[in-house]
DNA sequence: GGCATCCATTGCATAGTCTGCAATTATTGC
DNA sequence: GCAATAATTGCAGACTATGCAATGGATGCC
């Protein structure tokens, strides 16, 4: 409940800048496409379209969601087998992204050939890494640091692919391309822990 | 160009409200439905609800759509034939209607059940009435009041059925809805001169 | 090079909108 | 007639959007 009215307007303003940007981008080649077209398209001047984001760019890709608070809480407070909170933490964090498949597909094709936008999306995600270190950290204190990180490096690439996979093709829910992509990495893990063995 | 974007924001926040007062009006019943849910349905606090409607019943019907003014202004000048010129006028009102077919129909089903709701209806009807009356006294300052007065009716008699035969059925669109109306109108109009004749 | 033009970006003052809260007034079921 | 629930309204303050004007960068043309 902690998102008032007016933080609840201010997504929807944002969101409707984003969807502007990209349908613009999509008719006309995000080049040709100036801030006074966007904030015509949104409904909103000029100036606010620039107080909402800094650019194009930070505009095409909006701001994406981080994990959802309540899901981090429970996987850091979890007890169960790591694999199996972390997969419910994704999860949850999936369902988030799932009805937003329209706008993921636009920006991930704008980001094929815009590399700032490219940039920002990879800056996102590392941002995502950064987070679910953190959360790691608090799941697991006494495992080394960088146990952790290539752990959340791990799951987070993974999710990178189901979201490409997803947006691909849409007879695919995102929830099953993230499993499909899970399946791939434990199977190159017991590789890895054969050849150990071996 | 008169609409500011302030007065465009203000036109689809009434309309959110609209849309969520007969939503929830449809879900549950027009009687069950508080104005503290159609406010939090419509993402606007319950203030904010009487800052657009004075009631439940006044935000079901919104504010509906007058005569074109420009549409208006080429009637009043006009200088075809009168039946041509009115459906001239007639048919850019028709068009503003066209796209919300969803929220006429709930309106309508509503207004059946619900007397305060249908007396708003017919008072905005009365007010089209007023305002073609309003239009034909400048077209045709020569003719009587009372021709204009039933001049105006007829019309707007025609425009109420066109609306109820469209909202019906899903397979035909205002327009034709109009058309059919108005030639049912002419054929009456035929009539009624034959037995002047004979 | 230098100028004109278009677009991006920012600061600022102001107008306008939304909201929380509390008080007042119906309505309704019992 | 009394609670309880819902409808309305006033008000002051928080917040947002906007217009405007200024600055700077980039481009293209003479």
Known sequence: MKISLREKRRRQTALDIQRATLDLA???????VTTDAI??????????????????????????????????RAFEAGNRLLSEDLRNLMAAHLEQIEDMQDIMQDMI??????????????????GLVEELKASLALRMPDAPDDLRRVLADW???GLGHAITDWVGSDH???????????????????????????
Chains 1, 2 share one sequence.
Do not use: C
């Open 26 to 32: 999509r008719e006309y080649g995000f080049d040709q």
């Open 39 to 72: 904030a015509e398209r949104a409904g909103v001047s000029t100036r606010t379209f620039f107080n909402y984001y800094t650019n194009k760019e930070a505009a095409s890709v909006g701001h994406p969601l981080g994990l959802p608070e309540e899901a981090k």
């Open 109 to 126: 094709r704008l980001a094929r050939d815009h590399d700032r936008v490219k940039r920002l999306l990879d800056q996102f995600l590392a």
């Open 155 to 157: 799951v987070l690439t």
């Open 172 to 198: 695919m829910s995102l929830q099953a391309a993230f499993k499909r992509e899970w399946e791939v990495q434990s199977r190159v893990a017991e590789i890895l822990l054969e050849s150990r063995d071996g």
